[in-house]
């Protein structure tokens, strides 16, 4: 299986702030990596597609980047609606497997 | 606008089987371009991939579950339906169904989540 590590495992952070999270694949995934979105009792939320593809609907302050082992997920200006846990996944090769999370606070 | 509804038993006794069901509305199960995949989530902890399954039947299972876990979908009906078998309080989770976006294989719409304990 291929493994996903994220980090931080968490983050503090303040409105206005800009934020990046990494993932790193244990192989290379090409830009099979999508970046998730969750808060508490809801399910996860696409917001960046195979590595830098904005989802429809998803504020441009999201962005991401990378290929291969390496990838970042950027928030260019935090807003209060963005403090959540971020997940990314790849989907280069099944089992799909996603990492750990990253839990950003306030 | 495709919506996911997940349905079962909220409460299933260890070593019996889980049967849950996916329920697409807003949409063919069949439309093309995508796939059905189950998710789970154990109690405060991350997202574990389960298994998908095509319109044609077509299926991969997580190695780790293969041997205990099936996938049936119903194009008639819009369900896709995952059973887990002899379940042990590892399987204690939200259990969440997707649709998959075939050219880049990411889940796009997921539905709400059911949550499923294991416990006599």
Redesign the interface.
């Known amino acids: 299986d291929i493994q996903m590590t994220q980090s931080p495992s968490s983050l503090s952070a303040s409105v206005g702030d800009r934020v990046t999270i990494t993932c790193r694949a244990s192989q290379s995934i090409r830009t099979y990596l999508n970046w998730y979105q969750q808060k508490p009792g809801k399910a996860p939320h696409l917001l960046i597609y195979t590595a830098s593809n904005l989802q429809s609907g998803v504020p441009s302050r999201f962005g991401g980047s990378g290929s291969g082992t390496d990838f970042t997920l950027t928030i260019s200006s935090l807003q209060p609606e963005d403090f959540a846990t971020y997940y990314c996944q790849q989907s280069y090769s099944t089992p799909y497997t996603f990492g750990q999370g990253t839990k950003l606070e306030i | 606008q495709v919506q996911l509804q997940e349905s079962g038993p909220g409460l299933v006794k260890p070593s019996q089987t889980l049967s849950l069901t996916c329920t697409v509305s807003g949409g063919s199960i069949s439309s093309g371009g995508h796939y059905w995949s189950w998710i789970r989530q154990h109690p405060g902890k991350?997202?574990?991939?389960i298994a998908y399954i095509y319109d044609t039947g077509s299926t991969?299972y997580?190695?780790?579950l293969k041997s205990r876990v099936s996938l049936s979908i119903d194009t008639s009906k819009n369900q896709v339906s995952l059973t887990l078998s002899s379940v042990t309080a590892a399987d204690t989770a939200v259990y969440?169904c997707a649709r998959v976006?075939h050219l880049?294989?990411?889940?796009?719409v997921?539905?709400?989540?059911t949550k499923v304990t294991v416990s006599s």
């Open positions: 991350g997202l574990e991939w991969s997580n190695p780790s969440f976006v880049g294989d990411y889940p796009d997921w539905g709400q989540g």
